[in-house]
């Protein structure tokens, strides 16, 4: 018999920012997630960390598979029934193949392909469950919304908040449900931060006086933006209050305060059964979200910071350096290839690599979209169409550590010509707040961007109208 595998604990949000977390630093007000912050200090703190394609199903097909967008053809939400253009595989059945009982607690929201886990319970965080108690409770909550989602809400004293039951499983389990005979994999998926975002006090007045910006012009200007990102900052049009876009700010870093606390408790138990030392532990988000960035924006859907780059934390105590920073290029596709690696299980690397033994890739490469006839930017809903009423575009991106080159490829059915790309690039370096087009400045070097757009679009399996009407 071989040594003992290690435990993994997969904790992940839904929606979260990296600077939503303290230990990344945020611009306006300190913020305190200890407890996240405690998973860093015990280990490593991923920098360059970005989601394969800055929506829910996309990039959680990405984490699971290990398959790019670009690869599968999931490039939105309607994958879920679409299905892969390719055959897939969650690296968690691996895990299971290897001996681990695996686990999932929370938001799933992958194809049926992809789930993965021998055992799954989608409990506590349930948009719909929110939804019907603000109904109830309309006028208890000071409401705050865009006209598509939830912006900012604090939920009534003295009734149950449904998210606690997620921390309260993911306890229990630990405490009384695990496998002492074998090795496990354990995800706690959290809906929160994702809209409705709706916060218990005293969370949800924790950071009512910090100086958050109170209008959209506040985030800075959106001349230097691409269209794409300028149109969808009015998706829907904004006609929030002052003290509405400082609510929705401070809601939402309330909301993850409330997360942390999870957390907490979840690492608590952990510690309590003498597991943390036989436990891996990363911490990751599906994507961020906006907050009034460019113009107004309200969701995800962007290659903008604050959708594309997310937390990600790796510890091992014992095995990984303590507070070690790693400034490598990294994204979901990583996640599978590093557990297997650190658990010493079947390599199997897809389009991903170990972040403890591949090398760093010269550039990533995330897609968003299916540019098909009167697809609206939420096509769930109906909402957010391309100027002069078309259909919204499909989005590919290349990121360097230092440059972000992104375009427009397919929209109405048709890829689209030079002249429509829509062609934006940004030196991260100079411009954090990657909000200023400078290709006119260097172009040969969008033309070395543009190279590799080209070639994985050339390449990349797109669907047909009518595989997506059958699968709505």
């Not at 055959?87 to 999932?104: I, K, L, M, Q, W």
């Not at 300028?230 to 400082?246: C, K, S």
């Not at 590799?452 to 047909?464: D, G, L, N, R």
């Amino acid at each position: 018999m071989g040594p003992k595998k290690p435990n993994v604990l997969w904790i992940m949000c839904d929606e979260l920012r990296s600077d939503a977390v303290g230990i990344y630093d945020n611009e306006y007000a300190p913020i305190k997630t200890p407890n996240i912050d405690s998973i860093a200090e015990a280990g490593v703190r991923f920098d360059r960390f970005y989601v394969d394609s800055p929506v829910c199903v996309s990039a959680r097909s990405a984490y699971k598979s290990g398959l790019l967008p670009t690869t599968t053809g999931i490039y939105h939400n309607h994958g879920r029934g679409l299905g892969a253009a390719v055959p897939v595989e969650s690296f968690t059945e691996v895990f299971t193949r290897a001996g681990y009982r695996t686990v999932n607690l929370g938001k799933e929201h992958v194809p049926d392909a992809l789930l993965g886990f021998e055992q799954s319970e989608y409990d506590g965080a349930d948009q719909l469950e929110l939804l019907v108690a603000f109904g109830e409770n309309r006028g208890r909550l000071g409401l705050i919304t865009n006209g598509v989602s939830i912006n900012a809400a604090t939920w009534p004293d003295g009734l149950a908040f449904p998210p606690r039951r997620l921390t309260e499983n993911a306890v229990g389990w630990l405490e009384r449900d695990r496998p002492t005979d074998q090795p496990w994999l354990l995800r706690v998926s959290f809906l929160q931060p994702h809209t409705p975002v709706v916060v218990p006090e005293p969370w949800a007045s924790r950071y009512d006086d910090a100086p958050w910006p109170d209008s959209f012009d506040a985030f800075g200007p959106t001349e230097g933006l691409s269209e794409f990102e300028r149109v969808f900052g009015q998706v829907p049009p904004r006609d929030l209050t002052p003290e509405q876009i400082v609510a929705a700010q401070s809601r939402y870093h309330g909301l993850v305060n409330w997360i942390d606390d999870q957390i907490g408790e979840i690492l608590a138990a952990l510690h309590r059964q003498g597991l943390r030392g036989d436990t891996i532990v990363v911490f990751s988000s599906d994507h961020g979200a906006h907050l009034g960035e460019l113009g107004g924006a309200y969701s995800k859907q962007m290659f903008s910071p604050w959708s594309h780059r997310v937390p990600f934390l790796l510890s091992w105590p014992g095995e990984l350096d303590a507070g070690a920073m790693n400034q490598e290029l990294a994204s979901g596709v990583d996640l599978g290839p590093t557990l297997l690696d650190l658990c010493g299980l079947e390599a199997r690397m897809g389009d991903g690599r170990s972040l403890v033994s591949g090398d760093e890739p010269d550039h990533l490469i995330s897609a968003i979209g299916y540019g098909l006839p009167g697809i609206a930017a939420m096509a769930a809903i109906g909402v957010g169409y391309w100027t002069g009423g078309g259909g919204w575009p499909q989005r590919f991106c290349v990121r360097t550590r230092r440059w972000r080159y992104d375009r427009s490829t397919r929209r109405d059915g048709r890829t689209l010509p030079p002249d429509e790309f829509d062609a934006f690039l940004v030196d991260c370096n100079a411009d954090a707040r990657e909000g200023h087009n400078v290709i006119s400045e260097h172009a040969a070097i969008a033309s070395e961007f543009e190279a590799i757009v080209a070639a994985t679009y050339a390449t990349a399996p797109q669907t047909s109208i009518e595989n997506w009407q059958n699968a709505l």
